[in-house]
């Protein structure tokens, strides 16, 4: 520590390379520090607009599931005869987010464009419809009709010149239907 202070205190000249790379140190920390808080913002507007898109086809589902019946005791059924048969659909979540983040559909993937650059592409989204059991016969751990999913984020990096791989992230997200009382 004492020689740092004697480099650092000495008017010789010799201490501006020291502080050239100090403050070469601190910019690339600082651009490093800056992209993950970029991408961070990203993920968690993508996993936002998904999970309210999920929650959207849940509740398109809503007057399935809840026609009438009492809530705790309903599920996504309609009689056809004398069965009871799934009436559930997935929606389309795509077209939903087409509108809401404004994303292209390009060959698979949905990509998302910052001018000429791509900002995020997405791809692989599935989605899944829990159905509510009809008439369970214990109600203390009645499940909700609710939506999961995956969908598959690859973020490239500003940081890096282009030699750094892209951000690739596989978000899983659940969103439900709580009927208010």
Not at 139 to 149: K, M, P, Y
């Amino acid at each position: 520590m004492t020689k740092l202070r004697k480099i650092v205190s000495d008017k010789s000249g010799s201490s501006a390379p020291l502080t050239v790379a100090i403050v070469l140190a601190v910019m690339i920390l600082s651009c490093t520090v800056f992209e993950y808080m970029r991408l961070m913002v990203i993920a968690s507007g993508v996993r936002d607009a998904v999970q309210a898109a999920m929650v959207d086809v849940a509740t398109g589902n809503w007057d399935d599931a809840y026609n009438g019946l009492r809530e705790g005791y309903s599920g996504g059924y309609t009689l056809s005869g004398a069965d009871w048969v799934v009436k559930m659909d997935t929606g389309d979540v795509y077209s939903r987010l087409e509108s809401t983040l404004g994303v292209k559909k390009e060959g698979g993937k949905y990509v998302k464009y910052t001018g000429p650059d791509v900002e995020y592409t997405l791809s692989g989204l599935s989605v899944s419809m829990q159905n509510a059991p009809l008439a369970p016969s214990n109600v203390s751990g009645i499940s909700q009709l609710s939506a999961t999913g995956t969908v598959d984020m690859e973020v490239p990096l500003s940081f890096g010149w282009g030699h750094l791989p892209p951000l690739k992230i596989t978000m899983k997200l659940k969103g439900g239907f709580t009927p208010k009382f």
